[in-house]
């Protein structure tokens, strides 16, 4: 993980690198998901928040269609392409999500003429921290500020999901940009994704308590095709069958009949939705009403679903998850698309110490990788630095 650039060094190496000043500098944080997982393409409730980890964009740009894309980490050098001939088949790495997000603008008819980019960021990669959403949501707000798009929110927030469905190609849903670019600090956002209402919710685990940890497995997963794609259709099949636009209209009350229409694996699947939907509904309603410790036996009821319902945990997230809990957290469960990436665990301060002990022991004794944990909390959406 590298160590963010401060504004002066970022606007320092711009000039150092493309031979002039950036037109000005962006941020847009990663997110956690605190509930509320595969329910957001199903048109139904999300709880995420934006973490204190961001990245950072300083772009200028240009008269003609060329774009020159450097960023501080990897190896990856400058990266050249054709702002007027954009091409998923060829962008390469993390330029694909600028490239998309300028092709998605495109397509709503702005004018994106070339540019000069230097990325910093200090979201972890692959880690289900959604890094990509950050660096989109960075790039869709310096180009809505710096041409003529001036999109709101709810725009910005379709035009990166059409990046990543239609350039990237990931079959993604809209939480990660939500939380991107709607979070605030201390707060959680608590999105309909049916028509992207949207209402902050307090989540200060820290006047609590508690900590809330990221347990990164180093497990690295990708959206793009894959089980991510077959859950999403499987979910779709579910809505056809029992005739309703989409998951969000299944009530609880439903399972039942639902049980004998479907499947046995399509029903699973259309169970973890529902009941989701359900937990995120109560998790709104405990932060409101009760505070942070109130919402752990959620989070817990959460992870059993993805676990067993959807299938989309994997040994490690579930070691994480028994691990922490067993080390006295009061809630933990898998965040983001699954498959890999990250685990959050709701802490008591006073048992941090030992959840990351037990949790790193534990993963040397299974022959897993050392995972890296870390705390996170509610941190400012997306905004212009400079
Ligand atoms: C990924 C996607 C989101 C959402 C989650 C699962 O993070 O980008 O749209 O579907 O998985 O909740």
New binding site residues.
């Given amino acids: 993980m590298n160590t963010p650039l401060g504004t002066a060094e970022l606007r320092s190496r711009f000039e150092a690198t493309f031979g002039a000043a950036p037109d000005g500098l962006w941020q847009a944080p990663g997110r956690v998901?605190l509930i509320?997982?595969?329910?957001?393409?199903n048109e139904g409730f999300?709880l995420p928040f934006a973490i204190d980890r961001a990245a950072r964009v300083a772009v200028r740009l240009r008269t003609d269609s060329t774009v020159r894309m450097l960023s501080t980490f990897g190896n990856q050098g400058l990266t050249t392409a054709d702002a007027a001939a954009l091409d998923p088949a060829t962008a390469k790495g993390w330029t694909k999500y600028p490239l998309g997000v300028m092709w998605a603008l495109q397509q709503r008819g702005v004018a994106v003429p070339g540019l000069d980019l230097l990325l910093d960021s200090d979201v972890p990669r692959g880690a289900?921290l959604?890094s990509s959403?950050a660096i989109e949501c960075a790039v869709a707000l310096a180009l809505n500020n710096l041409t003529a798009a001036s999109l709101g929110t709810a725009d910005l927030v379709l035009a990166t999901q059409r990046a990543?469905n239609e350039f990237v190609g990931?079959p993604?849903?809209?939480?990660?940009q939500s939380a991107s670019l709607r979070g605030a600090e201390g707060r959680a956002v608590f999105l309909d994704c049916r028509d992207q209402s949207a209402r902050l919710v307090p989540f200060d685990a820290g006047a609590a308590g508690l900590v809330l940890l990221v347990i990164d497995t180093g497990v690295t997963h990708s959206?793009a095709g894959g089980g991510?794609a077959a859950r999403r259709t499987s979910c779709e099949l579910g809505a056809d069958v029992l005739g309703v636009r989409a998951l969000r209209d299944v009530a609880l009350s439903d399972l039942p009949e639902a049980a004998g229409l479907l499947d046995a694996e399509t029903f699973r699947r259309v169970r973890h939705v529902v009941t989701e939907n359900a937990r995120v509904l109560q998790a709104v309603e405990r932060l409101e009403h009760a505070g942070p410790r109130a919402i752990g036996a959620l989070l817990d009821a959460s992870h059993a679903s993805m676990r067993d319902d959807f299938e989309i945990s994997c040994p490690e997230l579930d070691l994480a998850v028994d691990t922490a809990r067993a080390a006295g957290a009061i809630g933990a469960r898998m965040t983001?698309?699954?498959f890999g990436g990250s685990a959050i665990a709701l802490v008591p301060a006073e048992d941090e110490q030992r959840v990351r002990a037990d949790v790193g022991r534990a993963f040397a004794h299974a022959g897993f990788g050392a995972p890296t944990v870390f705390p996170v909390r509610p941190a400012a959406g997306a905004r212009r630095l400079a």
């Fill in positions: 998901n509320g997982e595969h329910t957001d393409y999300v289900g959604s959403h990543e990931a993604t849903g809209i939480m990660d959206h991510y983001g698309g699954g």
